[in-house]
Each structure stands twice: as C-alpha cells, then as structure tokens.
C-alpha cells in the first residue's frame, strides 16, 4: 500500500506536496478489525499524519497497457500504542498522550475502511446519498 501524509516534522513546507510512504497491510482487508469497520497498516506514523489516504497501488503486468491503478483503502485515524501492561491499545494520531507509556508499536496504525467513510457521507446526503461519485467502482 502507498500512504500519502503531511507529517508535522517531515511536512515540504516549500512545495506542499504529500510525502508518499510505502506500508504493508498486517490485518485482513475482508474482516473488521476488532469488530469495527478498520484495519491495521504498517507503515511511518507521526503526528500530521491522521487523516493520511492508504491506497492500494496496482501495477499492470502487461506490457502493452503500462497503467497504474490506486485504490482508496481508507484513512488512517489511530496509532496502536503499548499499554503500561504490554497491551496493544490505540489512541487518535497526534493526540496529547498518543506517544505515552512506550510510544508506537511497530509502526502501526488503525485505518478507517472507504465504505464506512463513503457510508458516512451517504447518511448525510440529502436523496438517500445517491451520488455516482460513492458507488463502487464508479470512480475512474
């Protein structure tokens, strides 16, 4: 996966373009994370970066149709973080105590799944949420 951020110590401030970070989704993309609509990426995580699109990256194996397709997977929105235990907890990026009692672990981060962002759009649209731009597959 490509995760595009604007983290706040490694921002281009000159330029303001995403820094693009390479990660590997660790939980399965069919199954909810721990019952909710999410999934765990592995992958640079700073303050900045909540918010950050994951995208999957495919590239064709073609050579007569060199086209690269991305995919929204979703946004990242918590970082998994050590408990005072050992447990694996989570806390929103970037929050006051986000970096507390031993910090990231592994670089992980909790990633809210498209559907339920597109889901979340749909349920305050007025006309049932019908628009072409949050139906599957209708975004070229």
């Known amino acids: ?9 490694l921002a281009d401030t000159t ?3 995403p820094l693009a970070f ?7 993309l ?3 994370y721990r019952g909710r609509a999410a999934f765990l990426v592995e992958t640079v995580v700073q303050p900045g970066s909540a918010g950050s699109p994951v995208l999957l990256l495919r590239r064709s194996t073609d050579p007569s149709r060199p086209v690269t397709r991305l995919s929204l997977l979703g946004l990242l929105s918590h970082v998994a973080t050590a408990t005072g235990s050992g447990e694996m907890a989570s806390r929103p990026i970037g929050s ?3 970096n507390a009692q031993g910090g990231p672990v592994f670089n992980l ?3 809210c ?4 962002i597109a889901e979340a759009i749909r349920s305050r649209m007025p006309n049932g949420g019908h628009s072409p731009f949050l139906e599957k597959g209708s975004v070229p």
């Not at 490509?2 to 983290?7: D, E, F, R």
């Open 30 to 32: 069919s199954l909810d």
């Open 113 to 116: 799944r498209s559907t339920a």
């Open 15 to 17: 330029n303001l373009v």
């Open 22 to 28: 390479r990660g590997w989704t660790v939980s399965s």
């Open 109 to 111: 981060a909790v990633a």
């Open 96 to 98: 006051p105590d986000w």
């Open 1 to 9: 996966v490509v995760v595009l951020s604007h983290p706040d110590s």
